[in-house]
């Protein structure tokens, strides 16, 4: 089975600060898809990055960026000069083909908080 | 414009009433999703479905049933419902093909008395 493990359920820093959310996964899948979604509050959920497991490069947009440990299966998401605007609930997602079907396994979630 | 949509984005209920919880996309995806999620909590499946007439259970069991008449609509029904059934209900479409972003509605967060 697929898991997704975020362990740190809230984090709180200033604005402007830079902040790093952990993420660790388990899988045998060699192809898969990695990705960082945020859920604003009341607000809908959107796709902050994704990365290829295939791909060595670790993904980059904008003030966000990933740092992709394949072989320690490890996918951490940093915020730069972080926003009143990042306030959101962030989730950690892995995606593969499962005997056919394309399926999100989510991970718990870390708060996050940008304080002024 | 393109975009998904869910209705009711609230609804509180009485123990033992039948829900439709409405969901459309104008984006001509082929796969759609529905996922539970409790406040503050992860994202579980419930169902999904691959097109028209196709839908399949997803990881976490659930009383409700859905159906995809049409491309765009991808209804979740509970026949009766249950306090139990107190959740955040979100759907989501992704173009078919190579893995895509999946697009998530607004959810609708049902309350059943």
């Not at chain 2, 009433?17 to 409405?22: H, P």
């Not at chain 2, 406040?39 to 419930?46: A, D, W």
């Not at chain 2, 069991?61 to 509970?78: M, N, Y």
Request: proline fraction near 4%.
């Amino acid at each position: 089975a697929q898991t997704v493990t975020q362990s740190q359920p809230e984090m709180s820093v200033q604005e402007a600060e830079t902040v790093t959310l952990s993420c660790t996964y388990d899988t045998s899948e060699s192809n898969y898809y990695l990705f960082w979604y945020k859920q604003p509050p009341s607000r809908q959920m959107i796709l902050v990055i994704r990365q290829e497991a295939y791909k060595q490069q670790n993904a980059t947009e904008n003030r966000f960026s990933v740092n992709f440990q394949k072989a320690a299966k490890s996918f951490s998401l940093k915020i730069s000069d972080s926003q009143l605007g990042d306030t959101a609930m962030y989730f950690c997602a892995f995606m593969a083909y499962f005997q056919g079907a394309q399926k999100l396994v989510f991970g718990q979630g870390t708060r996050l908080t940008i304080n002024p | 414009e393109a975009d998904i949509y869910q209705t009711p984005r609230y609804l509180v209920i009485g123990t033992g009433k039948k829900i439709t919880l409405e969901c459309s996309q104008t984006m001509g995806h082929d796969k759609m999703y529905w996922y539970q999620q409790d406040p503050g909590m992860e994202l579980h499946l419930i169902h999904y479905s691959y097109g028209v007439n196709s839908t399949e259970k997803g990881d976490l069991s659930s009383e409700s049933t859905v159906s995809r008449i049409r491309t765009e609509h991808f209804p979740l029904t509970l026949e009766s419902a249950r306090p139990s059934h107190t959740s955040q209900y979100l759907c989501a479409s992704m173009r078919a093909g190579e893995v895509n972003e999946q697009f998530f509605g607004p959810g609708t967060r049902l309350t059943v008395l």
